[in-house]
């Protein structure tokens, strides 16, 4: 986790909707951001601009809920 990131668990809206985990149906998660890696940057060690998503860790089971930013 980053500096900045919460310290527990949180509650996650999106679109107005409150996010439940579809395996567990818990409702805490830690957010994550994730890196969007394709096989040519990597070639070119371009890494940096690839695009990166938003996800949310289920904090009972641990499944990963990705969003694209947008």
């Not at 395996?23 to 371009?46: E, G, M």
Request: proline share 3%; with cysteine.
């Amino acid at each position: 986790m980053g500096l900045f990131d919460a310290l527990e668990p949180v509650g996650v809206e999106i679109k107005g909707h409150e996010l439940h985990c579809v395996i567990c149906r818990h409702n805490r998660f830690w957010r994550r951001k994730a890196q969007l890696n394709s096989a040519t940057s990597t070639f070119l060690s371009l890494d940096w601009t690839d695009a990166s998503a938003l996800c949310y860790e289920c904090d009972n089971c641990g499944y990963l809920h990705w969003f694209m930013p947008q």
